[in-house]
């Protein structure tokens, strides 16, 4: 796990982000830091804003108040979509829909980028290229199309076009969300192996044995607000908050038992006072 010693300045800062829809706010008044060398996992239930403040992080997304920084750049400043593509350039954004372009092969869907945003010449950007899918463990279907692969496999390949733009820092939004669960942990172990070599990640992610085990910093959302965060050990371990406690014990599996009752007729053990028909 990467270091948590912290710097001077956090990599990624929001300050008091709000965000709605129309009449319906989805952030209310969100405060983040990320800082570099770190693994932060957002977690809390459908609908309370994780999503939404990845997509702010990227300039995808423009709140209606509220700053955000990722390095020297004040993302909510960004008036011209030319700005917006220089962040990009150095944030990656790997989403729950692997969005590979289907005619191109494996391969061509990482060099297209380097190539036309950051003017890499073909060799150097098809060398790097290759390299990125040994690291995904996907070399071998260098030639192959996005329609010949398995889910996992597309999105292995979308971590590693991720990575051809040399981010320093990296979004990964419900990656394992639209997978088959055998192929999860082929994910999964990616990611992790990212975190290990110090990649500053941040996850939103319903994988919460994984986000325990990677997270340097965990923050828990619901109804667009921060309930609270911590470290990964205090959050899972030992969270503040009823809302926090309660929300973990569904997602780890265990939604609570009621209280037995006295001489309950439905209990198996009393059931052989009653003649069954079947």
Same mark, same amino acid.
């Given at each position: 796990? /990467? ?10 800062s929001l300050r008091d982000l709000h965000l709605s829809f ?6 209310? =008044? ?10 932060? #996992? ?5 609908? #309370?804003?994780? #999503? ?20 020297? +750049? ?23 829909q692997y969005n590979l372009f289907p005619h191109l092969s ?69 990656? +394992? ?5 055998? +192929? ?11 975190? &290990? ?14 986000? &325990?085990?990677? #997270?340097?910093?965990?923050?828990? +959302? ?16 030992? /969270? ?15 939604? =609570?038992?009621?209280? /037995?009752?006295?001489?309950? /007729? ?13």
């Amino acid at each position: 796990m /990467p270091s948590t010693e912290t710097v001077a300045e956090p990599l990624v800062s929001l300050r008091d982000l709000h965000l709605s829809f129309g009449s319906n706010p989805v952030l209310k =008044g969100v405060d983040l830091d990320v800082y570099r060398g770190q693994a932060v #996992s957002i977690i809390g239930p459908s609908g #309370s804003g994780k #999503s939404t403040i990845l997509r702010c992080i990227t300039g995808l997304l423009q709140p209606q108040r509220g700053s955000i920084r990722v390095g020297a +750049t004040e993302v909510h400043a960004l008036a011209r979509e030319a700005q917006r593509i220089e962040l990009r350039k150095r944030v990656g954004f790997v989403f729950q829909q692997y969005n590979l372009f289907p005619h191109l092969s494996v391969l061509e869907n990482l060099v297209i980028a380097p190539r036309k945003v950051l003017g890499r010449n073909r060799v150097d950007a098809q060398k790097d290229a290759r390299a990125l899918l040994a690291k995904v463990r996907m070399e071998h279907k260098a030639d192959a199309y996005p329609g010949q692969l398995s889910g996992g496999q597309q999105q292995r390949v979308a971590i590693a076009r991720a990575l051809a733009m040399r981010p320093e820092l990296i979004l990964f939004d419900e990656v +394992t969300s639209a997978l088959d669960p055998e +192929t999860v942990g082929e994910v999964l172990t990616v990611i992790r192996e990212l975190t &290990e070599e110090g990649m500053t990640c941040v996850l939103v992610t319903h994988e919460m044995r994984f986000a &325990e085990e990677i #997270s340097d910093v965990v923050y828990f +959302t619901e109804n667009g607000v921060i309930v609270e965060h911590g470290s990964a050990a205090r959050i899972f371990q030992a /969270p503040t908050s009823e809302r926090t406690r309660e929300f973990l014990r569904h997602a780890l599996g265990d939604p =609570g038992r009621r209280q /037995p009752i006295a001489n309950d /007729p439905y209990l198996l053990t009393n059931l052989s006072r009653y003649s069954l028909s079947v």
